[in-house]
């Protein structure tokens, strides 16, 4: 059969390819669909009713679940919020309790944490993995129970307790350094998470490239340096972005150990503030109109940064194209 | 199964997988696609397979376009350079997925397995599981799994670069023989020449995403269309050298710089009507070290290859790579005289690397 | 990774060439002594002349660059010590005595920096103290000024030598008793003074001053001290190191904990000891433990077993449906082309960010309207299981889609393309190829949301009130809101009640944890 060279593409070939095309693409969006759907449900739909939500003036007192029966006042409830002259004090909280936290703790306590347990006896690693997961999870209540108690004054405090053993003055370190305790407090808990992802990151390296830079001369210290560090970049910026959105949205245990004093809003954060306004009590006046405004705001917050972390860590990159393709 | 392929371009945004590439594959033939690594082979073996879309171009088995046809329906078995086999299934699961697939019954799987099985020489592990078997086992559970829905299409994807060298030799022969008992159209799809030329009927030379030439194994070594070609076939590569070609006393003469060689008149007025330098290629094997000759040179290198020694010796600023008898004991530094067997010499344009001996 | 190499390895390949002089041993070691002090006050600089004025711009009111200024100082001299003892490590195998020496005369050098530069800037020992400028001693009667500095403070008040003080303001003291209120005591804080002079009762208000006395005998302990850390360091096999500074960063856990098991099976506590009803130590008790069973808590009626359950329920569930969403979801942003691909990956992400918090109330309004829908409404309306799991679900998307993602990445383009040839679709490429070889991944993304189910609270609350559905973590706040006074020790155990058995699950599931980054044979084209 010698036809001549045919054309590429007959219009039936073309109908044929665009239905292919049309067929992965559904399959595609099948697959999606769950998540899809649990993410309109519970993510866009209620970010949709918070926002308007911030131009009404609901409360507990003219409560109602009809979103048409709210009153509409318009921006007045961010005009409130900017003119609050506690909202840049709350503002600067915020930023420094994720800073500090996160680089304290959520990235260099739990990376140290992974580099020292991988770098023992196997089963020595896990269990101390399995002692620094510990705070994630304990219940809140009990696991700040546990730190109230270290910190209390004599005679209750654990840490006054060594004090008078060693006769040193006792002192009421809550009081004294609120914000000390609420960086440590969430960051042991913090530890965890990165802790996991890093160490497994490490225990992928393949062992052949760890062992060839220890023949190759380098010492432990160097094989962390220039082998292991860069080998997990991408975990790295994985837990940094994950973890600056977790510290923002979380407030439970400041709440529960300090609820944003002492004083005033010594270390309230954003999301606290959010809380207390528009639920801290259900049958007081809580103000879901102007909470929903907080809320807002955090949450545009945590959409800048998102955006600020993929951009600078190229998130692009860990998006390659699919190698397989509709016909 | 026949296959035309007819102007196929594959293209991954800017980067050129494969580019306006023509093959006509006979029935029951044994085609390789041969080049270096990055050439598109691969990815002219996945667009036949129906994985990748071809940007543009037709595909044809038989008289079917297949272009929009699913990997599925195209009937075709596929053996990939790391076997993909299925961790988690045993070596009977394995061999039977695509049957299972089909809905085949039970039994029927069943005895298709076991024959394959039997005939890849495998009857014994179907139990286990990919992890615990040799890289050359994995290798035949692989080729079993592509043989037993019957297709009319093979592709492989450079099986056999994960094996050891003497597996290598053995797979070599069983691929070729179970393929002409079969009789199924099959590409093969290799970076190694030697593999291409012993097992191809046909070899198509690929690089950088065009075709280079597609013939038969001698016609390749013997009159290579391209420079390109002269050079990637065969072991030790042709050597090259820049000559220019005149007619002298009724017969012609390369000369480069001191070195002149007589030339027969039908590869010299072939060359000579070129004006200019043409590039000459000769291969290690029609260069011998005489004992009284006109080209002389010294022994730079001198590598043992077993029976043979790779020999690398220098004239002036050139350079020749020949063999030798080991039991002449060469040695670097040594002053040798060459003969150039010129009845075996190619001759190519610079510009374009076409060869003016053989191209139309 | 082999375990047991030390972690501080020594330069390599030193043994085979002449040793350096001694000397040259010195100085290098002083140089990584001071390079490791200049170190450490650049930090201290960064955190308290940095860090802390930029934040209080901001008016930010922490202490934590604080501490963390004082830490570094604190440090300081240790890590100068081990830095300079790092060059001696080289001997110890092979000659102590050099070891030693090398070690000792650097650390002395070194502390007589440390020490001249504290006394320069009145710091640590020599820093000023809280003084009444007077001596005292411990009497009968009560304490006795022994002298009095002139013109100092005590002489300012018209104190005299020979008053016997009995109490500061209307506290009784002794003298460690006196000498506690003065060192707590900030500078120019008055002290009122009840003491006895002759028969007469009088009362007198001592201003505190700051006196930095700079007493050189001061130094001696902390010489000793340093020499002996010093030579702790030069012995201590390297491959300890790294256990050290395990159980070091662990420490207030490690109490913490002890704390609270302590509590659970007792009464009472101060500090770690647990009291009885007389302040003596004892009063263990199993109480604590055995009234979660007996279901009676302070008059607090329950029946532990269905709670447990519906914990368990919740946390199941939820598991389930997080890790056929996720990897559905992953799948296809991993393997699939379709419009949206980039936006939903990036999106997922950023909805991590979107507090549960803020997002209470109009979660409460759709699951009300969801649960006007019939069917669907009774198994995922308001109220319902179904309905609070399929919320923590939505929230454990952010990571399970980007985990299960990472991990189908992993796996070698050819499975897929093989399974395509052989003719299959691509859900079962998906479900039938491809799943059974993310295993790892799926139990780690289990487990994480298996422990999110688990403890979750402030949904189970929120959706369920008044429903009698209830789950530990609820239980345990009803406990805290419903009993007064509140037993903490109470609520401690059934805290640790709840922890038990997640603690012990992921114990055994730690290997697969590991695994989130492993996965994939080769990589293939
Ligand atoms: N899925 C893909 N996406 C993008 N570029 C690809 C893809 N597959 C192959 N390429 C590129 O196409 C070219 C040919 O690759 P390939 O066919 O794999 O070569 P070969 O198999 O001959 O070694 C290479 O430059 C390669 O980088
Ligand atoms: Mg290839």
């Known amino acids: 059969m010698s036809e001549p060279v045919a054309k590429p593409k007959s219009s039936a070939a073309l109908v044929q390819s665009r239905r292919n095309a049309l067929r992965s693409y559904l399959g595609a969006y099948g697959f999606m669909a769950p998540a899809g759907v649990l993410v309109i449900i519970f993510f866009l739909i209620p970010v949709a009713i918070v926002l308007y939500l911030s131009v009404t003036n609901l409360a507990s007192s003219n409560f109602t679940s009809d979103l048409a029966k709210m009153e509409f006042i318009g921006l007045k409830n961010y005009q409130t919020l900017l003119n609050d002259q506690f909202a840049r004090k709350i503002f600067f909280n915020t930023i420094f309790y994720v800073l500090v936290t996160l680089s304290l703790f959520n990235v260099s306590l739990a990376l140290i944490v992974s580099l020292l347990t991988t770098h023992i006896d196997r089963s020595a690693g896990f269990v101390f993995r399995a002692l620094w997961i510990l705070p994630r999870i304990t219940s809140p209540v009990v696991y700040i129970l546990i730190w109230k108690r270290m910190m209390a004054e004599a005679p209750f405090g654990i840490l006054n307790q060594f004090n008078e053993f060693l006769g040193q003055p006792t002192y009421n370190y809550v009081a004294t350094n609120p914000w000390v305790f609420v960086v440590v407090v969430n960051g042991f808990i913090g530890v965890s998470f990165g802790m996991i992802i890093f ?35 991408w975990p790295l910026l994985f837990v940094v972005t994950y973890q600056t959105l977790s510290l923002l949205t979380s407030f439970v245990e400041i709440q529960l150990l300090t609820d944003g004093g002492p004083g005033l809003y010594r270390t309230e954060v954003w999301s606290l503030t959010a809380y207390h306004r528009a639920l801290s009590n259900y049958f007081g006046n809580a103000q879901w109109g102007y909470g929903s405004a907080f809320a807002v705001l955090l949450v545009m917050i945590g959409v800048v940064l998102a955006v600020i972390y993929m951009r600078v860590f190229r998130f692009d990159e860990l998006v390659a194209e699919p190698r397989v393709e509709a016909l | 199964m026949e296959i035309r392929i007819d102007n196929l371009t594959k293209k991954f945004g800017d980067v050129v997988g494969v580019e306006d590439l023509t093959l006509h594959i006979e029935d029951g033939e044994f085609v390789a696609f041969l080049g270096p690594s990055g050439c598109g082979k691969t990815t002219t073996l996945l667009t036949l397979a129906g994985i990748y879309k071809p940007t543009d171009g037709l595909i044809r088995f038989g008289d079917r376009v297949v272009n929009t046809v699913q990997p599925k329906d195209r009937n075709i078995g596929m053996v990939f350079q790391s076997y993909a086999l299925y961790p988690h299934m045993t070596i009977f699961q394995n061999i039977a997925y695509p049957l299972k697939l089909k809905k085949a019954p039970k039994n029927v799987q069943n005895e298709q397995v076991r024959q394959v099985a039997n005939v890849m020489g495998i009857g014994e592990l179907l ?153 000459m290629g000769i291969r290690p094997e029609d260069i011998q070290i005489v004992d009284e000759g006109d080209v002389r040179g010294e022994i730079f290198v001198v590598e043992p290859l077993g029976r043979e020694d790779l020999i690398d010796v220098r004239i002036g600023p050139h350079s020749f790579i020949l063999l030798a008898d080991t039991e002449k004991q060469h040695r670097a530094g040594e002053l040798v005289s060459l003969n150039f067997d010129m009845t075996q010499a190619q001759f190519f344009d610079p510009q374009t690397e076409r060869s003016l001996l053989w191209h139309q | 990774m082999t375990a047991r190499e030390p972690l501080f390895d020594s330069a390599k390949s030193k043994a085979d060439e002449t040793p350096p002089s001694f000397q040259a041993d010195l100085i290098e070691g002083l140089r990584l002594g001071f390079i490791s002090i200049l170190i450490a006050l650049a930090a201290a600089f960064f955190f308290s002349g940095i860090v802390h004025p930029l934040f209080a711009l901001g008016s930010v009111e922490e202490t934590v660059m604080d501490v963390l200024t004082r830490l570094c100082l604190l440090a300081l001299p240790f890590i100068a010590y081990i830095a300079s003892a790092s060059v001696a490590r080289r001997y110890t195998a092979t000659n102590i005595s050099r070891a030693l020496g090398l070690a000792l005369t650097c650390a002395v050098i070194l502390f007589a920096a440390i020490s001249a530069g504290h006394y320069a800037l009145n710091y640590g020992v020599f820093a000023p103290r809280p003084s009444l400028q007077m001596t005292l001693s411990q009497t009968e009667a009560g304490v006795r000024v022994e002298t009095i500095a002139a013109g100092g403070a005590a ?194 992400l950023i909805l991590h960010g979107f507090p549960a918090i803020t997002l209470l109330i109009p979660i409460f309004f759709v699951l009300l309207r969801l649960g006007d829908l019939p069917v669907i409404g009774d198994m995922v309306g308001f109220n319902t299981i179904g309905g609070i799991a399929l919320v923590m679900v939505a929230f454990q998307l952010p990571l399970g889609v980007w985990l299960m993602k990472g991990f189908f990445d992993n796996i070698p383009w050819d499975m897929e393309r093989s399974a395509l040839i052989d003719g299959a679709s691509r859900f079962r490429t998906y479900w039938e190829i491809l799943l059974p070889q993310i295993r790892p991944g799926l139990l780690a993304l289990g487990i994480f949301a298996f422990i999110g189910g688990w403890n979750a609270y402030i949904i189970p609350a929120t959706y369920s009130i008044g429903s009698g559905l209830s789950n530990l973590p609820v239980f345990l706040n009803e406990l805290i809101d419903e009993t007064a006074p509140v037993d903490w020790n109470q609520v401690a155990a059934v805290g640790l009640f709840q922890l038990i058995p997640i603690f012990i699950f992921f114990i055994f599931a730690q290997e697969y944890l590991l695994n989130i980054y492993a996965g994939g044979t080769k990589g293939s084209s």
């Open chain 1, 199 to 233: 160490t497994s990151a490490i225990e992928s390296i393949p062992k052949d490239l760890l062992n060839a830079s220890l023949v190759d001369g380098s010492s432990r210290m160097q094989r962390i340096r220039y082998v292991i560090l860069p080998l997990i970049r």
């Open chain 2, 127 to 279: 139990d286990r599981r990919p992890g615990q078997l040799s890289g050359g086992q994995q290798q035949r559970v692989a080729l079993g799994r592509a043989l037993v829905k019957e297709p009319d299409v093979l592709l492989f994807d450079e099986p056999l670069s994960n094996l050891d060298a003497r597996l290598r030799l053995t797979m070599r022969g069983e691929i070729k023989h179970l393929q002409k008992n079969l009789g199924i159209t099959s590409i093969y799809v290799t970076h190694d020449q030697v593999e291409a030329m012993t097992m191809a009927d046909r070899i198509a030379v690929m690089n950088g995403g065009h075709l280079q030439a597609f013939d038969a194994p001698d016609e390749l070594y013997d009159r290579p269309k391209t420079r390109f070609v002269a050079g990637f076939v065969g072991n030790p590569p042709m050597n090259f050298l820049d000559v220019e070609v005149s007619p002298a006393n009724g017969q012609f003469l390369a000369q480069a710089d001191s070195i002149e060689l007589p030339l027969g008149v039908e590869r010299g007025e072939a060359s000579a009507g070129h004006r200019g330098t043409v590039v």
């Open chain 3, 155 to 348: 002489d300012k008040a018209e104190m005299q030598v020979g008053d016997v003080i009995t109490a500061i303001r209307r506290d009784a003291v002794d003298l460690e008793a006196f000498n506690k209120r003065l060192s707590q005591a900030e500078a120019g804080a008055p002290l009122r003074l009840r003491f006895t002079r002759g028969a007469e009762e009088m009362q007198e208000t001592v201003r505190v001053a700051l006196v930095s006395d700079k007493q050189l005998n001061l130094l001696l302990p902390g010489l000793l001290f340093g020499l002996v850390f010093t030579a702790i360091i030069v012995f201590l096999p390297g491959h300890w190191a790294p256990y050290i500074a395990l159980v070091g960063l662990l420490s207030p856990l490690i109490v913490g904990y002890f704390w609270v098991i302590v509590a659970t099976f007792s009464y009472r506590t101060e500090g770690l000891v647990p009291l009885d009803s007389n302040d003596n130590f004892g009063g263990f008790t199993l109480k604590n433990w055995e009234s979660i069973f007996a279901g009676n808590i302070a008059g607090l009626e329950f029946n532990i077993w269905p709670i447990l359950m519906t914990s368990l329920a919740i946390a199941v569930l939820m598991t389930f449906v997080v890790l056929l969403v996720s990897s559905m979801a992953g799948y296809a942003l991993s393997r699939m082309h379709f419009p949206g691909r980039r936006f939903f990956l990036s999106f997922t």
